[in-house]
């Protein structure tokens, strides 16, 4: 069974950047459309950023457009959502998920059939 791992999260400063990754344990995601999700306390879980499964093509929420970049490696093992410019209102905990389809979506995190266990993104001086 696919399996997701998260990492990258911590504490940065106003303006800073980060780094999250997702990687995927004995499984290609070239076969998985992938999708970047968080969830702040009291909030709904909301779509941030998505990719195909053959990286060609992504979606972003419009509150992230300009400042975060999700990107596939060569291998297709690890996805990557790297974080500009973040503001306190990006601190949430992160998810990464996979869905068996091509072309990603982020209204509906129900889609999507693995998720990873989360990282927590703070953003705060």
């Known amino acids: 069974q696919l399996q997701l791992v998260e990492s990258g999260g911590g504490l940065v400063q106003p303006g800073g950047s980060l780094r999250l990754s997702c990687a995927a344990s004995?499984?290609?995601?070239?076969?998985?459309?992938i999708g970047w999700f968080r969830q702040a306390p009291g909030k709904e879980r909301e779509g941030v950023a998505c990719?195909?499964?053959?990286?060609?093509?992504?979606r972003y929420v419009d509150s992230v457009k300009g400042r975060f970049t999700i990107s596939k490696d060569n291998d297709k093992t690890t996805v990557y959502l790297q974080m500009t410019s973040l503001k306190p209102e990006d601190t949430a905990v992160y998810y990464c998920?996979?869905?068996?389809?091509?072309?990603?979506?982020?209204?509906?995190?129900?889609?999507?059939?693995?998720w990873g266990q989360g990282t927590q993104v703070t953003v705060s001086s």
């Open positions: 998920a996979a869905g068996a389809f091509s072309i990603c979506v982020l209204s509906r995190p129900s889609d999507y059939d693995y």
């Open positions: 990719i195909s499964s053959s990286g060609r093509s992504s």
């Open positions: 004995g499984y290609s995601l070239g076969y998985y459309a």
